[in-house]
T-cell receptor, first 113, second 116 residues
Framework: SQKIEQNSEALNIQEGKTATLTCNYT??????LQWYRQDPGRGPVFLLLIRENEKEKRKERLKVTFDTTLKQSLFHITASQPADSATYLCALDPNTGFQKLVFGTGTRLLVSP | NAGVMQNPRHLVRRRGQEARLRCSPMKGHSHVYWYRQLPEEGLKFMVY????????ESGMPKERFSAEFPKEGPSILRIQQVVRGDSAAYFC??????????????FGPGTRLTVL
């Protein structure tokens, strides 16, 4: 069956450290993968998109990798800050051509001062 | 440029009533997606619409649920005869006209439906 999985346990790290979140998928061949941030009571906010032919993408303190052999994406936040505390969602397009997204359940990140 | 707008933000209905959720996409966006988020679960795709057309409704229950995106006005997600299991947050997202490249989706703040 098709699955997209993120670690359901919250990730607790100290301010200044690098947070690494994992997204694994099974039985999909996505053309791209996206990462979103969601704060409590709000809608997801787009962060980064990485295509299947890209190994790595960066944006300020954010870095995403995409390994189509391992069927995995890693999301890194360097020099983390308490304001980075949120739930991070990975999402992929199952190649239907319609750009509908399949989301993971998200990983909650808690950055303590 | 206002973002995606959804209303109401909170909606309470009794079992058997109808729920009507509205979504105004960002200006210039012609693609609208509806997702549902149950507590402790991920966002689940429901339906994808363009103006006056339902493109993909594969995630929407066959009964009681319908969606439209008229030529004028917001997109509407309608749930008839609501049941307790319909209680969830419903998010609308929009994206610009596809030019063959992949687009991020812009999400609204969601409508939280509670069925008593």
């Amino acid at each position: 069956s098709q699955k997209i999985e993120q670690n359901s346990e919250a990730l607790n790290i100290q301010e200044g450290k690098t947070a690494t979140l994992t997204c694994n998928y099974t039985n999909y061949s996505p053309a791209y993968l996206q990462w979103y941030r969601q704060d409590p009571g709000r809608g997801p906010v787009f962060l980064l998109l990485i295509r299947e032919n890209e190994k790595e993408k960066r944006k300020e303190r954010l870095k995403v990798t995409f390994d189509t052999t391992l069927k995995q994406s890693l999301f890194h936040i360097t020099a983390s800050q308490p304001a980075d505390s949120a739930t991070y969602l990975c999402a992929l397009d199952p190649n239907t051509g319609f750009q509908k997204l399949v989301f993971g359940t998200g990983t909650r990140l808690l950055v303590s001062p | 440029n206002a973002g995606v707008m959804q209303n109401p933000r909170h909606l309470v209905r009794r079992r058997g009533q109808e729920a009507r959720l509205r979504c105004s996409p960002m200006k210039g966006h012609s693609h609208v997606y509806w997702y549902r988020q149950l507590p402790e679960e991920g966002l689940k795709f429901m339906v994808y619409l363009q103006k006056e057309n339902i493109i993909d409704e594969s995630g929407m229950p066959k009964e009681r649920f319908s969606a439209e995106f008229p030529k004028e006005g917001p997109s509407i997600l309608r749930i008839q005869q609501v049941v307790r299991g319909d209680s969830a947050a419903y998010f609308c997202a929009s994206s610009p006209l596809s030019s063959g490249s992949y687009n991020e989706q812009f999400f609204g703040p969601g409508t939280r439906l509670t069925v008593l």
